[in-house]
């Protein structure tokens, strides 16, 4: 049986509220933390896109990159995952947050390498509190209905989403690679710098 290809996604249509900046161009080692995401994940997927809200996609940054602009309102993370999951249906997606500075290749090929391909969704185990983490997750081909039916509920929270529908947890081989960066004091002890 012929394996689906993989997409990646890396969310970047976020407010960046608490940061007070937006976190997808704060510096990593010289390039944007956009540009760290997607050049990490392209080296895993068959093709990168960037997950953006409208009024973001002329960005300069964003605009290097191949889109998928939200087709959602109000929907937080969500938008952009069923976004992808209606633009190409036919494909699996790794979705990545675009705020994961400690985020590598080898944790993103140990998710591809032992995702059941049999399961809508295989996130990592947070290695905080043990629950999904599904902004560094795979959603299947198909799952767009599970998604939407969780939505129709009022249920827009991709974790409670992951919880409630079961979905194959993993052991990160790394536990602080998916350490986010939300807050300036945050961004203090983390690999990343402000770009003003």
Not at 162 to 168: D, F, G, M, Y
Request: net charge negative; charged share 25%.
């Amino acid at each position: 049986m012929a394996t689906r290809p993989v997409y990646g996604l890396v969310l970047a249509g976020g407010k960046s509220r608490r940061m007070g900046q937006d976190k997808a161009l704060l510096d990593h080692s010289g390039k944007s933390q956009l540009a760290y995401s997607v050049d990490t994940l392209g080296r895993c997927v068959d093709r990168v896109f960037v997950s953006t809200r409208a009024d973001q996609a002329e960005e300069p940054e964003r605009g290097r990159y191949a889109q998928i602009v939200d087709r959602y309102d109000k929907l937080g993370p969500v938008a952009g995952i069923l976004s992808a999951l209606r633009e190409y249906p036919d494909v699996d997606w790794l979705v990545l947050a675009c705020d994961l500075p400690n985020v590598d290749e080898a944790t993103i090929r140990h998710l591809l390498q032992e995702s059941d391909a049999g399961q809508p969704f295989t996130a990592y185990a947070s290695s905080y509190d043990g629950l999904p983490e599904p902004l560094c997750a795979i959603y299947r081909a198909g799952c767009a209905d599970i998604i939407q039916g969780y939505v129709d509920d009022g249920l827009n929270c991709p974790r409670k989403i992951l919880i409630r529908s079961k979905a194959q947890l993993l052991t990160q081989p790394d536990p602080r690679a998916l350490d986010n960066v939300n807050t300036p004091d945050e961004l203090q002890n983390s690999p990343l710098r402000a770009t003003r």
